[in-house]
């Protein structure tokens, strides 16, 4: 298929979900009753933190890497990223038999860095207070003769995250479950807007929760305004993987067309939800891919009698970190 | 099928499966490329941790469960346990509409006793350096009329918890692996004697390695034997869910049939494989369910150039020593 819109249908993730299944997990849909009486409805977590590299990231960036041209790939990618995109691209890069650099802010989190540099071919770092990463990015791609693989503002990689939302809903119906609301993590916008699209056809009438950190949500703010908005550059939030600087025009432009409604969650919230997650699902989530769980066990939404999705969508969180959910993530 | 032999087959093990298939999660067969590189060899990791009740053991339950008649069923059921055959009895009940009594040690870790106090309908309590719980279990169902489903050494429970190896076997064939040997933790042997069966036929030529903690090898004592041994009364181990005191006729006489080979581990190494599966897989495994990953870890066996299965079969681990895991994992 080619990209005659200018946003994905279901047939590009279709396209998608056939060039990256060999290389991917399909993620469990997990159901817990005991989870189920804690949040008051039915509740299917897709348990992408377990993809392959932590996060679901990998899915897009496969499906962009694959579907380059050889010549293209092969002088090699870059990409920019908290890190989770980052480990998509470069292990995409790896799996199609190509290099990656990946262009990481000093303020990740270790294991992020160390994973970077066990999947890429070379970690650089730039200041996210000071340094414009983008710029940064083009330059080298610029420099190098390299592709630049956007995190989220692009056709392909919208695509390959909407793989997500199709799975999501194949494992619903084998489960016997209609859902009537979807919750998902949301910064640039791309599972979000993926997501949205393979939603659209099997449940049509469900609800698209998009999840951000408190204060910084400026999907929320940038579906109000209809145009992209930004995030201050030095955000305070334990959510590393979500607190980006802007959304992706694509993403909007999807997320536009759909029924989507934001919701915001704290710190203290996304500690208790990770506790949960370990608790009774006995998965590891990291802080940005715990927040839709955080939206929904803090009970933002009245769900009454509903069956939901929520999307954990990564697990890369460091141990320091988890030691504090094991200690202050008790608070039910 | 009837049980005309002494013990279960291929055909008993794709009957439990139908039984039971929409009410347990197929749980993922994971691989990820770092975790191939630290063992030194190709492994899948079936992660049965994410299995409802967070343990194998509901598998087996439910084959008994479903298997009893009506009318026996609506008696009520009792199980003794260190926590995750009761939790599967107690489930399974609640699944099959009937209730049940578990009965835990004193010593029981604190998330195996609040989760049996949410499903089962009575949690009783017994000394595990005085009393014998096959006595005490007894004693209750004669007194009751209930049915006491024990642990490991019945032919459902056996066909049950193989329904693990039926699903490995497809999954690994899904995953274009050719099995050279799987690890499972063992200590009644239910679980070990489910996989030998479902490994027999698919990939006859697979070593089958059962894994105990050290200085408590009572399966791999009665391999040698010809006869069920004992471990001492109160073992000195953080992997609570395998150190029971006997092992089960019928997986004996089951893993006496096959390839089976026995391997022992530490504390220290188990601390570790449950670091590795938190930071690799993402996934919260127990000290019992990551004892066969910690064998491969400890380097026990040479496997070079092998392709593997790796059972993690529960993730119940208190908050306390998944602490301590975080801390004292970090060996590599």
């Known amino acids: 298929m080619g990209e005659t819109g200018t946003v994905p249908s279901l047939e590009h993730l279709k396209d998608?979900?056939?060039?990256?299944?060999?290389?991917v997990i399909r993620t469990p849909l997990l159901e817990d009753y005991r989870l189920n009486e804690i949040l008051g409805c039915r509740a299917l977590v897709k348990a992408e933190c377990l993809q392959r590299t932590g996060a679901f990231k990998i899915r897009g960036a496969l499906n962009k890497v694959f579907w380059l041209a050889p010549e293209v790939r092969k002088k090699g990618l870059i990409a920019f990223s908290a890190g989770n995109h980052g480990l998509g691209v470069a292990a995409a890069a790896?799996?199609?038999?190509?290099?990656a650099k990946v262009l990481l802010p000093t303020t990740a989190t270790e294991t992020k860095i160390e994973s970077c540099r066990w999947w890429a071919s070379e970690v650089l770092f730039y200041d996210p207070e000071k340094d414009d990463r983008e710029v940064i990015g083009r330059k080298i791609a610029e420099q190098h003769g390299l592709t630049l693989i956007q995190p989220f503002d692009d056709f392909q990689v919208v695509a390959g995250q909407g793989t997500v939302g199709l799975e999501l809903c194949e494992q619903a119906i084998e489960q016997k479950a209609r859902l009537d609301a979807v919750f998902v993590n949301c910064s640039g916008?791309?599972?979000s807007a993926g997501i949205a699209i393979a939603l659209k056809t099997t449940f049509p009438n469900a609800v698209l929760y998009i999840v951000e950190p408190q204060s910084l949500e400026?999907?929320?703010?940038?579906l109000i305004s209809g145009r992209p908005e930004r995030n201050p550059v030095n955000p305070k939030s334990i959510m590393d993987a979500i607190v980006g600087p802007r959304v992706g025009s694509i993403p909007l432009s999807v997320l536009r067309q759909h029924q989507v409604r934001g919701v915001s969650v704290s710190d203290q919230e996304v500690?208790?939800?990770?506790?949960?997650a370990f608790k009774l699902l006995k998965v590891v989530v990291e802080p940005g891919g715990a927040a839709a769980l955080?939206?929904?066990?803090?009970?933002?939404?009245?769900?009454?009698?509903?069956?939901?999705?929520?999307v954990c969508s990564g697990g890369n969180v460091d141990s320091k970190l988890f030691a504090r959910v094991l200690v202050e993530g008790q608070i039910n």
Chains 1, 2 share one sequence.
């Open 16 to 23: 998608a979900a056939r060039r990256i299944s060999s290389h």
């Open 94 to 99: 790896r799996i199609a038999g190509c290099t």
């Open 189 to 191: 916008g791309g599972l």
């Open 218 to 222: 400026k999907m929320g703010r940038s």
């Open 271 to 276: 500690l208790a939800a990770m506790s949960l």
């Open 294 to 310: 955080a939206a929904v066990q803090s009970k933002k939404v009245d769900l009454r009698d509903k069956t939901i999705g929520i």
